[in-house]
């Protein structure tokens, strides 16, 4: 409502930053998927790892995650946030892996 | 040429069928009425300026609350011609193909574009009243979900005339839906009004969080909150969790169908199970997303309708969290046949189970709030009371489905059909119009006819147990969901029959609710106390309907239930007027942009559905224009001067 309000740099400098990293990140786990360089389980690996990351540069270009003017909300979010992450993923993962007992 | 043109029309159109020229003709009729009327009366420009560019919580509530009516008379006209297909056996009032849009049809439209914009016109109709705010935290982007709704519901909806509905089921379940199964545009309709309406759902659980947690009155802490609004908060955790699932569960099938990538395939590396187990991790929320605002509602009538506070406030608000979060460790009960291992059946089980626990101590709150309560037999109370048992049976049915190996017997038969039936109709839609019979006369300033209302309840509950309990007996039988017709030797005849009859007395208790509203327009109630249920919470502290800033002076809140309390006290927003001096209202301006933003995301979805590259890449560009509009835009607030504030109050009779 207020946005006149506020300070803003001119050009938004860290949200291009934070854009051009999650476009690398992206394009990272595409390019391992699509080039079959290394073995399945080591792409897993790296592309949880780039996941990881991929969540950091979100909260800390996009998310406001260093700002806070009042009760810590966002910290409860995170919490919920990580343990549906967690459910999601780990879930996912421990359920398709009935593919390797059909074969 | 013309030979050119008529190619392509006869596969544009949906041809063939009487059905649906005689919907054609209805819709071109419709739609000149409409067009006639609004020229006629010289409305175009109340439309406009009113409507399609308000930001105005209420209205756009209001917008939602019709869609919603028009959506759940179409999924209901759906569900009526099955059940006639299926009243008898060998029967050939449908074909497989039709059976197979239209239970499509119905499933998608009634859980997507019927459940969830009658919840968030409740959510916009209800909570920043409740709260004692003047409007969402986010006025503009509450107009961009309403539109997004609107504009998806109507791409889907398109499907029906032009290009062909889905066939594949409300859950979409690859491989059928690829490529090479499923050629039609159908699917893609599917895909994109879905997609696009759900940008939406994300959008506005995120603004009514933000709503609840930033625009509360001075003194309403968290644990002073109603406990809609609680419910509010819970459904919005689960909607941002949960609807990224189905956005990239939707889009990488998308990129399946048309950029020829392998995701859900079972060619090249492509695992359809993926899909599956993608749109359960939404799909499951999803009924959470859709019933815990329906317990918030059941909350605030029983507390209402019992002239006492609710039973077991934190016990409330508790389970409501635990239910948000566990809701999450659920979904593979969707599919326990699929072949997991006993670890991930017996998980998921449990979890399914534990989640009848929160659910159970709500129950009981319920019933704890009632005891020696004065209860008044109004619509929304009648309702209330007429949800508990059914949603009793529908959670022990539910409790059947989640023993695994017991599922194996019951997987996609009609005893799911009747579970799932029993708890969102049950639940959801039951909780929906007892919000509606509740908040009615707050967004019309009449209250709708009790006589009729009683007609239409007792036409729908019965008709909802003539219809549903014999699917369960069917299952047992062994009729799978899905069959578009069966042999008069499996003795399933009159069990089908009975259901159908019931199909229809429901569809009777429909049409009681259309007479109903149109017969209260005229004769009902005019509510100008703004307060006719004698409520507990703010909204009823205002006039009925709330005037355009809600709130003259924003409410000081110093207890649960503040508007009771005030009461109490013998103060009233009214006396506050008197005593304090009106001030300027600070007030988000109305916008066309969202409107014309939502065009250009249904062009470019229909440019997608047919594979017209320009047509979907101009409807983008026109987005990416919308959104450059609108972060240049420094003007889009103003103030309601103090003695205008004044006069609307004067005139109101609150001075």
Redesign the interface.
């Known amino acids: 409502m207020n946005g006149s309000t506020q300070k803003h740099a001119l050009f938004p400098i860290k949200n291009v930053i934070g854009f051009g990293l999650s476009l690398l990140l992206t394009f990272v786990a595409i390019a391992l998927g699509v080039s079959h360089a290394l073995a399945f389980g080591p792409v897993m690996m790296i592309i949880m790892g780039l996941a990881v990351l991929q969540i950091i540069v979100q909260l800390f270009f996009f998310m406001h995650f260093t700002e806070s003017d009042g009760p810590a909300y966002h910290i409860i979010g995170l919490a919920i946030g990580i343990i549906n992450t967690i459910a999601i993923i780990a879930g996912t993962l421990w359920i398709m892996t009935f593919n390797s007992q059909v074969h | 040429m013309f030979e050119h043109i008529r190619s392509f029309a006869s596969h544009f159109f949906v041809t063939g069928e009487p059905m649906i020229y005689a919907s054609d003709v209805a819709i071109v009729l419709f739609l000149v009425g409409i067009i006639f009327t609004l020229t006629y009366l010289k409305k175009w420009k109340w439309l406009w300026r009113e409507w399609i560019t308000t930001v105005d919580h209420k209205k756009i509530g209001i917008m939602y609350l019709i869609s919603a009516l028009l959506m759940m008379f179409r999924g209901g006209v759906d569900a009526l011609l099955m059940r006639t297909q299926l009243a008898l056996p060998n029967q050939t009032f449908l074909d497989a193909e039709h059976y197979n849009q239209i239970f499509t049809t119905h499933g998608t439209i009634m859980i997507l574009f019927m459940a969830m914009p009658f919840l968030f016109a409740l959510f916009n109709i209800a909570v920043p009243l409740q709260l004692g705010a003047r409007d969402v935290?986010?006025p503009f982007l509450n107009s961009v979900s309403f539109w997004l709704f609107f504009f998806g519901a109507l791409l889907f909806n398109l499907s029906f005339v032009i290009g062909g509905s889905p066939d594949a089921g409300w859950t979409s379940y690859p491989p059928l839906t690829e490529l090479g199964f499923d050629k039609g545009p159908g699917e893609n309709f599917y895909l994109l009004g879905i997609q696009i309406s759900g940008i939406g759902s994300m959008a506005t659980g995120i603004n009514f969080l933000v709503t609840i947690?930033?625009m509360r009155a001075p003194g309403m802490t968290l644990m002073r909150l109603p406990l809609f609004c609680w419910s509010v908060v819970a459904s919005c955790?689960i909607i941002i969790?949960a609807f990224p699932?189905l956005t990239v569960a939707l889009a990488l099938l998308l990129i399946d169908r048309v950029a020829d990538a392998h995701f859900f395939t079972m060619l090249h590396g492509g695992?359809p199970?993926?899909f599956i187990?993608?749109f359960w991790?939404w799909g499951h929320p999803e009924v959470y997303i859709v019933v815990l605002p329906a317990y918030g509602i059941y909350s605030e009538v029983v507390s209402t309708f019992s002239g006492k506070k609710i039973f077991g406030y934190k016990t409330m608000v508790i389970s409501l969290m635990i239910i948000s979060?566990v809701s999450?460790?659920v979904?593979?009960h969707h599919y326990f046949t699929?072949?997991?291992?006993a670890?991930?059946n017996s998980f998921f089980a449990v979890a399914s189970m534990l989640i009848g626990i929160p659910t159970g101590v709500k129950v009981f709150n319920w019933l704890f709030t009632m005891f020696r309560g004065r209860i008044q037999l109004k619509l929304p109370m009648l309702w209330t009371l007429a949800f508990i048992p059914c949603f009793a049976m529908g959670g022990a049915t539910g409790i059947m489905l989640a023993v695994a190996p017991a599922d194996y017997q019951y997987h996609n038969s009609y005893f799911l059909i009747a579970h799932f039936h029993q708890t969102l109709i049950g639940g959801v839609a039951f909780g929906l119009l007892a919000g509606m019979y509740y908040w009615w006369p707050k967004m019309f300033g009449f209250s709708l006819n009790e006589r009729l209302g009683r007609w239409a309840f007792w036409f729908f509950n019965i008709g909802f147990y003539v219809c549903f309990m014999p699917q369960y007996f069917l299952g047992f039988m062994g009729m799978t969901r899905r069959v578009y017709t069966y042999s008069g030797d499996t003795g399933w005849t009159s069990f089908n029959f009975i259901s159908s009859i019931g199909a229809y007395l429901m569809g009777i208790g429909f049409l009681f609710i259309v007479v109903q509203v149109l017969y209260s327009i005229k004769y009902g109630e005019r509510d100008l106390t703004g307060d006719p249920w004698n409520g507990r919470t703010l909204e009823w502290a205002i006039a009925s309907p709330a005037p355009h800033y809600n709130f003259a002076h924003i409410p000081e809140v110093t207890e649960r239930d503040a508007w009771w309390d005030m009461k109490a006290r013998g103060e009233s927003l009214i006396k506050v007027n008197q005593r304090m001096a009106f001030k300027p209202i600070?007030m988000?301006k109305n916008s066309g942009l969202p409107f014309i933003m939502a065009v250009f995301f249904f062009i470019s979805g229909f440019g997608f559905v047919f594979n017209w590259y320009w047509m979907a890449a101009l409807g983008l560009l026109g987005v990416g224009i919308c959104m450059i509009v609108r972060s240049n835009n420094?003007d889009s607030?103003y103030y309601i001067p103090a003695e205008d504030v004044e006069k609307t109050e004067a005139a109101l009779g609150r001075v």
């Open positions: 935290a986010f947690l930033k955790i969790f699932a695992n199970m993926m187990n993608l991790i979060v999450y460790f979904w593979a699929m072949g997991a291992s670890g991930v600070h988000p420094r607030e």
